[in-house]
């Protein structure tokens, strides 16, 4: 993506205004001198800024702007985090790389072409896209993607039977999630999404402990900011875990959680599954049902 500098400078000259003035409350002035005379890229959004002050389209500022594939990814990026699958498959295939010029866009591109490569089962393309994204990445100390790729490319690892790496990533996956600062919904959305993943390679390996310390982690996030997109999901996994742990009233206890979240949510198979376990379960902790 090229930024039209000298529009930006011719611009500001006609209305009279200083680089300062243009600023004030955008940027720094020196944020502006670039853009002028360096042709700099400042974030999408400083950009829309400036372009409202000075009263200028964004396609005459910058050259091959595609601020509808931006939408588009936000758009996919929904839906993975809420399993709409199939939704964020179509919308994908409408992207079209070339038009990403940023490097924010490449990098939520490829991790969410990971994302579905594994849904496919298509684990080489999966590190792939995995891989490209963590080098797009690089060293950004503050980025929710690559928590979400780190998760992806252990998914990817587990197919290929590639135990070493799959840990690898799994364990840098879980680390990143524990030190990411949950402010917002989203935020925990993102963690839940993570720790679901996470938890369901360790079931896979047959390490339930870790299964529930994990998942702990993520209940705990989410439950935090209310979110309760896939609570279900969660409790049920470590309804699960209790379960074969022979932790029975635990279990039964998560059981008529993720029960009453699949009901929240409309979400019949975890509901009739949870109902299952539950009535199997009974015998097991008569303290608890009170009988």
């Known amino acids: 993506m090229h930024v039209n500098g000298h529009t930006i400078k011719d611009r500001r000259r006609a209305l009279g205004i200083s680089q300062t003035d243009l600023a004030q409350g955008i940027c720094t002035q020196a944020t502006i001198s670039l853009v002028e005379n360096k042709n700099r890229i400042p974030k999408v959004a400083t950009l829309k800024q400036i372009a409202g002050r000075l009263d200028l389209e964004m396609n005459e500022l910058v050259a091959e702007y595609h601020p509808e594939q931006d939408q588009l990814l936000g758009q996919i990026f929904e839906h993975v985090l809420n399993q709409r699958w199939r939704k964020a498959e179509v919308l994908l295939e409408q992207i079209k790389f070339s038009s990403l010029k940023t490097r924010a866009a490449r990098i939520r591109y490829h991790t969410l072409q990971a994302v579905m490569c594994n849904i496919r ?149 975890v509901r009739v599954m949870s109902a299952r376990y539950l009535r199997e379960l009974a015998p097991y902790c008569a303290t608890v049902v009170g009988e």
């Open 121 to 269: 089962k298509h684990s080489a393309q999966a590190i792939g896209n995995a891989l490209e994204a963590l080098t797009l990445i690089g060293q950004a100390k503050k980025s929710p993607y690559r928590m979400l790729v780190r998760v992806q490319l252990a998914l990817a690892y587990l197919h290929q039977q590639k135990g070493e790496l799959m840990q690898e990533s799994l364990s840098e996956a879980i680390r990143l999630a524990r030190s990411w600062v949950v402010k917002t919904p989203r935020d925990a959305q993102l963690i839940e999404m993570v720790v679901y993943r996470a938890a369901e390679i360790y079931m896979k390996q047959a390490k339930y402990a870790r299964v529930i310390t994990v998942l702990n982690f993520g209940i705990k996030q989410v439950e935090q900011q209310g979110v309760t997109w896939h609570l279900d999901k969660l409790y049920s996994l470590r309804g699960q875990a209790q379960y074969i742990l022979r932790r029975f009233k635990l279990a039964y206890h998560d059981y008529h959680m993720a029960y009453a979240a699949a009901t929240f949510n409309r979400d019949k198979g």
